[in-house]
């Protein structure tokens, strides 16, 4: 059985669904931009919805999913996807998912990856552990096999500045 190995790096930009990608190996890639809003329901209730991020302003949230897809006939293993965050927003702590995956980040633009705990920045000269808001790039890697015409999700939410 041939399976075929990915590596993708994404760029998620700060547009409602705009996205520049390079996928590999026939990976295709789409990211969504939407922010939350609250609908007030004819039973009086409050609705949360997701739209298309036109018009977003500083201090609220963008909600970026990342939607990645096996177009080839043969399996892929090793599905890396390497997301900059946008320089107009910063990370909302807590907020990154994607089932199946192991997540790291960057506060080096992308240079190295590693845990939250283990990442630092100097201040003043000295190291301290980075914050959310200083990461600039989310390391996704797919540990399962994803079959021919499967599609995987990760995401994360950002606050803009």
Not at 86 to 103: D, M
Not at 111 to 140: C, M, N, S
Request: charged fraction near 20%; include cysteine.
């Amino acid at each position: 059985m041939r399976v075929r190995r990915c590596w993708v790096v994404i760029c998620a930009l700060f547009a409602a669904g705009a996205a520049l990608a390079q996928a590999q190996n026939n990976i295709e890639i789409r990211v969504v931009a939407q922010q939350e809003v609250v609908v007030d329901t004819d039973a009086g209730y409050k609705d949360y919805r997701l739209i298309p991020a036109t018009s977003v302003r500083p201090g609220e949230e963008v909600a970026y999913t990342i939607f990645f897809r096996n177009v080839s006939d043969l399996p892929a293993t090793q599905i890396i996807i390497d997301d900059p965050i946008p320089a107009q927003v910063y990370l909302k702590t807590g907020s990154v998912f994607g089932a199946g995956t192991s997540i790291s980040y960057s506060v080096d633009g992308g240079k190295t990856f590693d845990q939250p705990a283990a990442l630092a920045v100097l201040d003043q000269g000295t190291p301290r552990e980075a914050r959310a808001d200083e990461y600039t790039h989310i390391r996704w890697v797919f540990g399962d096999t994803l079959k021919p015409g499967e599609e995987g999700i990760v995401g994360f939410r950002a606050i803009l500045r």
